[in-house]
């Protein structure tokens, strides 16, 4: 079956340290984003990749990075510098950069030792 | 500014029929997305609606009023497992037609 694979599902941090999350897709989508949800708040968006080697920055980059190597993959990396990472972390792609519905993966639980 | 309105929380009972609104201020407007989404899920697509009028999807209906910047998600013959978050979404004008702006959602609890 076709989808979007997160992992891990829970994810804990310690103080300075960076942690990956990753995302997987074989749906051929060639956008793919990064929302992070906070209890109360709207999805907000973290990066986008539109296509291979290339993504821009959403609302809410600061202290986060990607990657966009292969077009099945776009991991998230919430660095040292995100000082308030908890939340939950969603990945979702979509056939273009047009904008069809979003497809979304299960999402990452990441909290703060 | 960018701004999408929804109620925080709805109560309804098993088998009544609910309406969750939506209003929402963007600059431009590329169509506006339903989703559900059960408590640590994916959320899941409902209903697009790009043009005034309502789209039906069996119990599931959604409509939309661009002149009034609203739309309503109306469930009917609710089911227990209808408790759950319904976010609006609205993609953007021409310069952001990839983004979606989502709403902070509707939490929908149904009762016996």
């Known amino acids: 079956d076709g989808g979007i694979t997160q992992s891990p599902k829970y994810l804990f941090r310690k103080e300075g340290q960076n942690v990956t999350l990753s995302c997987e897709q074989n749906l051929n989508h060639d956008a793919m984003y990064w929302y992070r949800q906070d209890p109360g708040q709207g999805l907000r968006l973290i990066y986008y990749s539109q296509i291979v080697n290339d993504f821009q920055k959403g609302d809410i980059a600061e202290g986060y990075s990607v990657s966009r190597e292969k077009k099945e993959s776009f991991p998230l990396t919430v660095t040292s510098a995100q000082k308030n990472p908890t939340a939950f972390y969603l990945c979702?792609?979509?056939?273009?950069?047009?904008?069809?519905?979003?497809?979304f993966g299960s999402g990452t639980q990441l909290s703060v030792l | 500014g960018q701004n999408i309105d929804q109620p925080t929380e709805m109560t309804a009972t098993e088998g009544a029929i609910v309406q969750i609104n939506c209003t929402y201020q963007t600059s431009g407007f590329n169509g506006l997305f339903w989703y559900q989404q059960h408590a640590g899920e994916a959320p899941t697509f409902l209903s697009y609606?790009?043009?005034?009028g309502l789209e039906e999807k069996g119990r599931f209906s959604s409509f939309l009023s661009r002149s009034k910047g609203y739309s309503y998600l109306l469930l009917k013959e609710l089911q227990m497992k209808d408790s759950a978050s319904y976010l609006c979404?609205?993609?953007?004008?021409?310069?952001?037609?990839?983004?979606?702006?989502f709403g902070s959602g509707t939490r929908l609890l149904v009762r016996p």
């Open positions: 609606n790009v043009l005034d």
């Open positions: 979702a792609s979509s056939i273009t950069q047009k904008g069809e519905k979003l497809f």
């Open positions: 979404a609205v993609r953007g004008g021409v310069d952001s037609s990839y983004k979606l702006i």
